[in-house]
């Protein structure tokens, strides 16, 4: 195949060259984000700048394919198409907007400020070019609705004073001959309009930011409650806490001694005692990470969204009660469809509810014969959400089951009341539904669902 010649434009960076190692600013700017999608934007943009460089350096002449393949930038980037570019870009966007998180708080902004800026446009064409007169100033009051919306009182009156330049701008335009008559007067009512919504607009925003930082108190308190639950959950799992926790510990202390004995006999054998040497590291790993994971649920902190899986999430949380649940002559039965995607909220969270519901189907199970006393833990995938069921061989509940999720209503009589609110309080803070029902077969089963990110993968 012959070589393609083109030119690479030396626009867009000023940077002063640096050699082949590219431009310093760009190299600063785009090493930090270590998502594979923004490394691959970061290594596409730093390669163009690499190319620019080289480009002055050759006195802006053309260059071949050989000549730009001989810089150390990838191949299969600098052939990357623009509406690849783009498709990806939008599909990051898209994401970002779907989570909520700060970036995509951010495109809405945007997207909200160009949308009233084209509406802005618009109505300013359609005054100066229409014969209503000035009638049409008043729709200027659309433009400030849209500001609003971004939730930005600043933006609200600068989207106020433009409306309101735009319709002056408009009326000396189409009637400086006759600055007065029945067109000021409607100018004049355009104005007062735009104003009195201007002036709404900020106040019901002030409301919002009231109702905001209300919430916010309330949420830090309901975190509080969250961290004593989870606390008073630990508690609860004593047992198996030490379980897990001696078992790792214990075959530490039998390959540390299998170790010595190697060593002691009349010819050491290495080979056997490194290979008691990976064991004692393996389980001090697992150890570490028994207490990494423990610690993650006792310690107080700020809820904090993020990617995890749930099949994952699950496992984990059998294995730490499940030596807890054996003690009490409980069998646990789990039914974990393969195909579990990767969810999105507050991992630490979701266990504590799951945590909880596997706790209380276990004391509810305190009367029941002990060769009937099984916890079945179902978790499936129901369209665009995941359903996650816990279920007993308890005594069940009673017809009325909303009053169990009321704070401090407990049918135990050492219980706090607060396990089952708080649980239903997290779910739906992460948009999704706790409810209980009776089973057929005798016992109770609860069920949370929580929605599936829309493009997250199995």
């Given at each position: ?8 434009s030396?626009?867009?960076?000023r ?11 760009h ?11 923004a490394?691959?934007r970061?290594?596409l ?11 002055r350096?050759?006195g ?5 394919e050989?000549?730009f393949?001989?810089?150390?930038l990838?191949?299969p980037l600098?052939?990357v198409?623009?509406?690849s ?6 599909g990051?966007?898209?994401e970002?907007i779907?989570r909520?998180?700060?970036?995509g708080?951010?495109?809405v902004i945007h ?7 084209i ?20 729709l200027?009051?659309?433009?400030v609705?849209?500001?609003?919306r971004?939730g ?8 106020g ?13 189409s ?5 007065l008559?029945s067109?000021a007067m ?7 309009a735009?104003?009195i919504?201007t002036?709404?607009?900020i106040?019901?925003l002030?409301e919002?930011d ?7 108190r ?5 975190a509080?409650l ?8 630990l508690?609860?799992?004593?047992a198996s806490?030490?379980?897990e ?12 001694k299998?170790?010595?004995?190697w ?6 054998d ?34 904090r969204?993020d990617?995890f ?22 069998v646990?039965r789990?039914?974990?469809a393969?195909d579990?995607?990767?969810l ?24 029941t014969?002990?060769n009937?006393?099984?916890l ?17 061989r308890g005594?069940?509940l ?5 009053p169990?999720?009321?704070?401090f ?7 706090m009341?607060m396990?089952?609110?708080i ?10 539904r706790?409810?209980s029902?009776?089973?057929?077969e005798?016992?109770a ?7 599936i990110?829309q493009?997250?993968?199995?």
């Amino acid at each position: 195949m012959p070589a393609r010649r083109g030119r690479i434009s030396g626009r867009g960076c000023r940077s002063r060259p640096r050699g082949r190692a590219g431009c310093t600013r760009h190299r600063a700017r785009y090493r930090i984000d270590p998502a594979p999608r923004a490394a691959a934007r970061r290594d596409l943009r730093l390669s163009r700048c690499r190319a620019r460089h080289a480009l002055r350096a050759r006195g802006g002449r053309a260059m071949s394919e050989a000549d730009f393949a001989s810089f150390p930038l990838p191949r299969p980037l600098a052939r990357v198409s623009l509406s690849s570019l783009w498709g990806s870009r939008i599909g990051i966007w898209r994401e970002a907007i779907m989570r909520g998180d700060a970036r995509g708080q951010r495109l809405v902004i945007h997207l909200r400020l160009a949308g009233a800026a084209i509406v802005a446009l618009a109505i300013f064409a359609l005054d100066v070019l229409s014969p209503l007169q000035g009638a049409v100033a008043v729709l200027y009051t659309t433009v400030v609705l849209l500001a609003a919306r971004t939730g930005k009182r600043d933006l609200v009156i600068a989207a106020g004073t433009v409306g309101a330049g735009l319709a002056a701008i408009a009326y000396l335009i189409s009637h400086s001959a006759e600055p007065l008559g029945s067109p000021a007067m409607r100018l004049t009512v355009s104005l007062v309009a735009n104003g009195i919504t201007t002036f709404l607009s900020i106040r019901h925003l002030a409301e919002i930011d009231q109702r905001r930082s209300t919430q916010a108190r309330l949420d830090q308190a309901q975190a509080e409650l969250a961290h004593v639950s989870r606390l008073n959950l630990l508690g609860q799992m004593g047992a198996s806490i030490a379980h897990e926790i001696n078992q790792p510990l214990s075959a530490i202390v039998t390959y540390a001694k299998s170790g010595q004995r190697w060593l002691a006999r009349a010819e050491p054998d290495a080979a056997e005692a490194a290979d008691c040497l990976d064991h004692i590291a393996a389980n001090a790993t697992r150890a570490a990470d028994i207490i990494g994971r423990i610690r993650d649920i006792a310690r107080r902190a700020e809820p904090r969204q993020d990617h995890f899986a749930l099949a994952a999430l699950v496992s984990e949380t059998v294995a730490l009660l499940q030596r807890d649940l054996q003690s009490h002559d409980v069998v646990i039965r789990t039914a974990i469809a393969p195909d579990l995607p990767v969810l999105w909220g507050d991992r630490v969270q979701i266990q504590q509810v799951l945590m909880n519901l596997m706790l209380n189907a276990d004391q509810a199970m305190t009367q029941t014969p002990a060769n009937r006393r099984e916890l079945l833990l179902e978790a499936a995938r129901d369209g665009g959400e995941v359903t996650v069921a816990v279920s007993d061989r308890g005594p069940g509940l009673p017809n009325d089951t909303e009053p169990l999720f009321e704070p401090f209503r407990s049918t135990k009589p050492d219980g706090m009341g607060m396990g089952l609110s708080i649980s239903r309080a997290i779910i739906e803070r992460h948009a999704g539904r706790l409810t209980s029902a009776n089973r057929a077969e005798g016992g109770a089963s609860f069920r949370f669902t929580l929605p599936i990110l829309q493009g997250s993968g199995a």
